[in-house]
């Protein structure tokens, strides 16, 4: 069996490459295997690999960039999408792409289920929103909307604070905006479970979107402070305790983007769907920092 599988030194593609080789020939790319900004490059691409699967892992995620990179963005999360939606429906082969909270808005009070209205607030978003509209043309496809992904590999909040409490003696960190931090193996090993459902039943007929995240919910304030605490309880030196990282308002320091204030998500389909058990985010998280702690 043969997987495409785009993005691989991101964060999700990172731990997704480790845990699908198990299934068969991974051919994992990233922007200089496989440009995903030219659709003529994709086709040739995987006409010429005839896969199984394709497994779109990459995007364009510089949330606040992509207010002034509109262009870029919309090629990587919108025409890429559409043509390996295209290439997928051509060769009659599922695609599984993933997506963000960032296409609701954030004014709901309770966690998002798949079928609330969407309302993207940033280029960001609204790009995302629009390359899942594109895979959802075709059939045979499964979206994962995930937030606040995180891991030992790449970049994410919770290496930058685990940068920050060795350079500075304080932090203003946001807590009007609640949601859930996600682990990219947790995300990987969905997807491999999901996989397998998917090839080994001829008559799967469960194709759609799916919300993934883990157990629990916090705000970003209290996730900072976890970070310390555990970076603390792990031995790590730091310049400051979680009583130095303060408690901000979203609107002291506006970013270019709008974020939602409310970025959870109701996990209920999937586990059912899928027959999952997802971990609380703690424990997740607190797995992940010990491992950057030990590469730093």
């Known amino acids: ?37 030219n659709s003529d490059a994709i086709r040739a691409f995987i006409e010429k690999i005839k896969p199984d699967i394709i497994i779109n892992a990459a995007a364009y995620t510089d949330v606040d960039r992509a207010e002034t990179e509109f262009e870029l963005a919309h090629k990587v999360n919108i025409e890429a999408p559409k043509v390996l939606a295209e290439k997928a429906s051509q060769l009659d082969i599922p695609i599984i792409h993933f997506s963000t909270d960032y296409v609701f808005d954030g004014l709901k009070n309770e966690p998002y289920v798949e079928t609330d209205q969407t309302n993207p607030q940033s280029v960001y978003g609204k790009t995302k929103w629009k390359g899942e509209e594109a895979v959802r043309n075709y059939k045979k496809h499964i979206i994962l909307r995930t937030s606040w992904v995180f891991s030992s590999h790449g970049q994410s909040f919770l290496k930058t604070i685990l940068k920050l409490i060795q350079e500075k003696t304080s932090l203003d960190i946001v807590s009007d905006q609640r949601g859930v931090p996600t682990s990219a193996d947790v995300i990987a090993e969905v997807t491999y479970n999901i996989v397998k459902t998917i090839l080994n039943d001829i008559n799967f007929k469960d194709f759609g979107i799916y919300h993934v995240a883990l157990e629990g919910e916090t705000n970003w304030h209290q996730y900072a402070c976890f970070i310390n605490d555990e970076a603390m309880r792990l031995g ?35 586990k059912k769907t899928f027959m999952l058990e997802l971990p609380d985010w703690k424990v997740e998280a607190a797995a992940a920092i010990k491992i950057a702690l030990i590469n730093t």
């Open 1 to 37: 069996m043969k997987i495409i599988l785009t993005g691989k030194n991101g964060q999700v593609g990172f731990a997704l490459h480790k845990k699908l080789v198990s299934l068969g020939e991974v051919i994992a790319t990233d922007r200089n295997e496989l440009n995903l900004e």
């Open 236 to 270: 790590f030196k730091t310049s400051m305790t979680s009583q130095d990282i303060k408690s901000i308002s979203s609107n002291v320091n506006p970013t270019a983007a709008k974020r939602p204030m409310n970025s959870r998500l109701n996990t209920t389909k999937i």
